[in-house]
């Protein structure tokens, strides 16, 4: 049998408390150290990513490739709008809705001598002002049609198709509802003098609200109100069905939406008045113009005032608030433009017959180029990069790219 081995346990020798303390103080500077690098080695690479942030941001695409490019068959004299992420085009004999890619999905026809369009989601109405037929459609195609006895001046649609029709003749007005099947639902009348002359009218998306502008002039003094019907069961108690009533002095009032079911924008001619309420629309903002506004536009998240530029002889600078009427940008720009509006991706496009420019909503210029043909419309794609031009005899799918 193996005798076992006897181990024995041989001590360290001790340490002093001043050598255990340098140890230490060696270990905190080493980790400090590596605290540092990494520190730095983040910092770097978030000034690297703010750079590249930066880079980007600020810069101008002047050039662009041609990704995919399509025969259209021009039509004189037409109109295009984008439309449920389709095109809606409308001439003077009808309507055509179809892909981008030119695939129609309907064709409607119809004569007028200038046709005018109501959106609301999935839903449009064509007319003409002064005319007296209504054509309700959607994205599958003709829904129903109406026919007045009294000259059209303004229609209002809502998301389910139902319209509000301003009609005029002689020294009264009157404001009719429809469903989309050209049922009646309701009807009043406007005397001017009484009510004033209606320039306006905007239907609520769930189609239970309406509001009216109207402009009174006695004795060389002006004011507008606006009113505000409910078609719900708050207004069955009221008095022609009228749940609000605002007047301005001294203030034309030529143009209001909702802007959102339950928030109406007023846009007059020294401010724009925001209202909102579900049942009973009151005042949430009032915004001073800064001039003489030159154009108006909108989508479901902003509006926008533009203005001539008092800072140059030529240019112009435009004001965005969001649907709260806080002012979110102030972009200055040069283009002498014919349209302007937000795109789908969020974008501001500004254009004229050949001409783009594109700004973003933190202030910067993403596109400027000048084509050698019309552009009917431009229509956003995927990101801020991607794009639809409708061109005159074509549309051209574009990806914006670098000069060189």
């Known amino acids: 049998m193996a005798k076992s081995k006897n181990r024995t346990l041989r001590a360290l020798p001790a340490q002093s408390a001043e050598e255990l303390s340098e140890l230490k103080q060696k270990i905190r500077i080493h980790r400090l150290k590596i605290l540092i690098l990494i520190l730095m080695l983040v910092g770097v690479l978030l000034g690297?990513?703010?750079?590249?942030?930066l880079y980007f941001e600020n810069k101008v695409y002047t050039e662009y490739?041609?990704?995919?490019?399509?025969?259209?068959?021009?039509?004189e004299a037409a109109e295009y709008e984008e439309f449920q992420g389709n095109v809606l085009q409308y001439?003077?004999?009808?309507?055509?809705y179809s892909s981008i890619a030119g695939e129609v999905y309907w064709n409607q026809t119809y004569e007028m001598e200038m046709p005018r369009i109501s959106r609301c989601e999935d839903y449009v109405a064509i007319y003409e002002q002064g005319g007296s037929q209504i054509y309700i459609l959607n994205t599958a195609g003709l829904q129903g049609t109406i026919k007045t006895t009294i000259p059209v001046q303004r229609v209002s649609i809502a998301?389910?198709?139902?319209?509000?029709?301003?009609?005029?003749?002689?020294?009264?007005?009157?404001?009719?509802?429809?469903?989309?099947?050209?049922?009646?639902?309701a009807g009043g009348e406007l005397h001017i003098e009484n009510s004033g002359y209606p320039l306006d009218l905007a239907l609520s998306r769930d189609a239970l609200k309406l509001a009216v502008s109207l402009l009174d002039i006695h004795d060389a003094n002006v004011k507008s109100t606006v009113v505000f019907y409910n078609y719900g069961t708050?207004?069955?108690?009221?008095?022609?069905?009228?749940?609000?009533s605002y007047t301005y002095d001294n203030m034309i009032i030529p143009s209001i939406r909702f802007v959102t079911n339950d928030r109406l924008a007023a846009f007059g001619d020294t401010k724009v008045i925001l209202y909102e309420g579900t049942q009973k629309p009151a005042v949430i903002k009032e915004i001073k113009c800064s001039g003489n506004v030159r154009s108006i536009y909108y989508d479901d998240a902003y509006f926008g005032l533009?203005?001539?530029?008092?800072k140059s002889a030529k240019g112009y600078v435009t004001n965005i608030y969001n649907l709260k009427g806080k002012l979110v940008l102030t972009q200055e720009f040069d283009l002498d433009y014919t349209q302007i509006g937000f795109l789908q991706n969020g974008l501001l496009c500004i254009r004229n017959?050949?001409?783009?420019?594109?700004?973003?909503?933190?202030?910067?210029?993403?596109?400027?180029?000048?084509?050698?043909?019309?552009?009917?419309?431009?229509?956003?794609?995927?990101?801020?990069?991607?794009y639809w031009l409708i061109l005159s005899g074509e549309t051209d799918r574009i990806r914006l790219k670098d000069k060189f």
């Open 159 to 185: 998301r389910e198709g139902t319209i509000a029709v301003l009609m005029e003749d002689s020294q009264t007005s009157y404001i009719h509802m429809y469903n989309k099947d050209g049922k009646k639902l």
């Open 91 to 96: 001439t003077q004999d009808g309507a055509v």
């Open 353 to 386: 017959e050949k001409s783009v420019q594109l700004y973003t909503m933190r202030g910067s210029k993403r596109f400027s180029y000048t084509f050698d043909r019309s552009i009917y419309d431009v229509i956003s794609g995927s990101g801020e990069l991607d």
């Open 48 to 53: 690297l990513l703010f750079a590249a942030f």
């Open 234 to 244: 708050v207004g069955q108690n009221k008095i022609d069905k009228i749940v609000g």
């Open 306 to 310: 533009v203005y001539d530029n008092k």
């Open 65 to 75: 490739e041609v990704i995919e490019q399509i025969e259209r068959r021009e039509t």
